[in-house]
């Protein structure tokens, strides 16, 4: 008995005529046949059975080896080889069996159900019609028709296939490749004609995909690699069109094609990587002046255009560079309008402008492309918040300075809007009472924009200064009343002194 799930019981579920035979023909066949080589047979079928498929392996390479001319030892083998899902070291070994026992019918029928899925399907009909020659069993005839029937079906289907692909129909040649390709499993030429029509009906991802089935069922296939290597670097995939271009040249490192591909990828490979270190080093103009070059040095591929600017958007956005920042995101937009990552970085750069209506659509848009990103949740409530803030009281404004004003810049401001509205200035009363508050803004704008802790809440969208926007109220140590400043109004003429302006 054949205990169920093995894997003699799996070969039996493809190839019914397959079990019966290897024991039919196993029994009457060792005449003559040493000792040794009947040992190898018996062990490696046993092995075989226990699903030991490199042992029993072992066992049958030695029968053979110890008698070259036993059919059964190849068919044994032949049988272990399919196991291990290696048809094209089976098929020899078929061959050898039906050269030394023509009438060997489950190694005809075997043999040309493995030339059928590589394709040769005039090879498989030559075997299937000499199975109805050579009075077989009931079920051998019916499989040798059934395949033969089979066959004739892919023959009508292929010259279809090749009608419809020189008349430039190449969904109609997809179709009956599809088809065929369901029982021709293993045939590469095959492949690479359906690679082609998707090449031309601009599916090149399915292109690749049959590519690859196709370098792996021909030997030393440089052409396949070539076109694989090609197609990622169109798409702009640079480094698998790098490691698939490798490839050919470990086959025939003289392919001139490959070679020239090779030098091309390699450059813009280097280029891309040096860029991306860059930017992970901050230096963001050194990166976009990168970027640039890759643009140079491939301009007829519009994916590493875009790829580029993306890149080149995100390097204005990190360097606070919001003008610029805006007019290469855009551009990427206009080409990609859902590109998230362009949305983000032009998002950002509004927020430096104060543009925050705009940050806040194009944030929105990004969500609505990618919820799950924590980057741009934070981003859009940080716009929500800098848009309330921006209603009530600015202290960019007040001190008349960008978002991304460096301290010196802000002290620079504060020290020449002091001297302009500073209350002795005035004698006129309404116009002092004007300047004290004027001048009391700029104070508070001085403090807050100072000092890297408050001007990150303030830059957060959070008032420091501000009583209501503190969590809890009251209690806030930088919170100062308007009327007051420090403890005292210093422009109070019951105070202690009066207030002077000194500058370093």
């Not at 018996?42 to 075989?48: D, I, P, Q, R, V």
Request: proline share 3%; with cysteine; charged share 35%.
């Amino acid at each position: 008995m054949v205990a169920p799930g093995s894997v003699t019981s799996r070969l039996g579920s493809v190839f019914p005529f397959l079990l019966v035979l290897v024991d039919l023909q196993y029994e009457g066949a060792e005449c003559g046949v040493n000792a040794d080589v009947e040992k190898h047979l018996e062990l490696g079928k046993k092995l075989l059975a226990a699903g030991q498929l490199a042992d029993a392996l072992s066992q049958f390479h030695a029968a053979v080896d110890g008698d070259p001319d036993n059919y059964v030892a190849y068919y044994r083998r032949a049988t272990a080889f399919l196991a291990m899902g290696k048809s094209k070291a089976a098929l020899p070994d078929l061959t050898k069996v039906i050269e030394l026992k023509m009438d060997f019918t489950a190694a005809r029928l075997q043999r040309g159900h493995l030339l059928l899925k590589q394709g040769k399907l005039d090879e498989a009909e030559d075997d299937f019609k000499k199975v109805l020659k050579s009075n077989p069993s009931e079920n051998e005839e019916k499989e040798a028709q059934s395949q033969l029937i089979k066959s004739d079906e892919m023959q009508r289907l292929r010259s279809q296939a090749l009608d419809a692909f020189e008349n430039s129909d190449y969904i109609g040649a997809i179709t009956s490749l599809d088809k065929i390709l369901e029982v021709c499993v293993w045939d590469a030429d095959l492949r690479e004609l359906r690679a082609e029509c998707f090449i031309k009906e601009g599916e090149p991802r399915k292109a690749i995909s049959d590519l690859k089935a196709a370098s792996k069922l021909k030997n030393d296939n440089t052409e396949a690699f070539y076109k694989i290597s090609t197609l990622y670097y169109q798409l702009g995939d640079h480094e698998l069109s790098l490691s698939e271009v490798r490839e050919c040249l470990k086959l025939d490192q003289d392919h001139k094609r490959c070679f020239a591909h090779y030098k091309q990828v390699k450059k813009l490979n280097k280029l891309i990587e040096s860029a991306e270190e860059l930017i992970r080093d901050g230096r963001y103009t050194d990166a976009t002046s990168k970027y640039e070059s890759v643009m140079k040095t491939e301009p007829s591929v519009s994916e590493y255009t875009i790829r580029s600017k993306e890149r080149i958007c995100h390097c204005f956005s990190k360097d606070e560079k919001p003008v610029e920042a805006i007019r290469v995101c855009s551009e990427v937009l206009q080409m990609e309008p859902d590109n998230v990552n362009a949305l983000k970085d032009r998002a950002e750069a509004y927020l430096i402008e104060e543009m925050y209506d705009e940050a806040i659509q194009d944030y929105e848009t990004a969500q609505e492309h990618n919820e799950n990103d924590q980057q741009i949740r934070e981003g859009l409530e940080k716009a929500q918040r800098l848009l309330k803030q921006s209603q009530k009281r600015d202290y960019y404004k007040i001190l008349g300075v960008k978002r991304n004003a460096k301290k010196q810049e802000i002290i620079k401001a504060y020290r020449k809007l002091a001297m302009q509205w500073h209350p002795d200035n005035f004698q006129n009363e309404e116009e002092k009472k004007k300047a004290e508050k004027k001048f009391i803004d700029i104070a508070a704008a001085k403090e807050v924009l100072s000092d890297p802790e408050m001007r990150k809440k303030f830059d957060d969208g959070e008032d420091p200064l501000d009583a209501e926007s503190q969590q809890g109220g009251g209690g806030n140590p930088f919170h100062r009343s308007w009327n007051s400043w420090q403890g005292f109004n210093p422009f109070s003429s019951g105070g202690p002194f009066r207030f002077k302006f000194h500058f370093n």
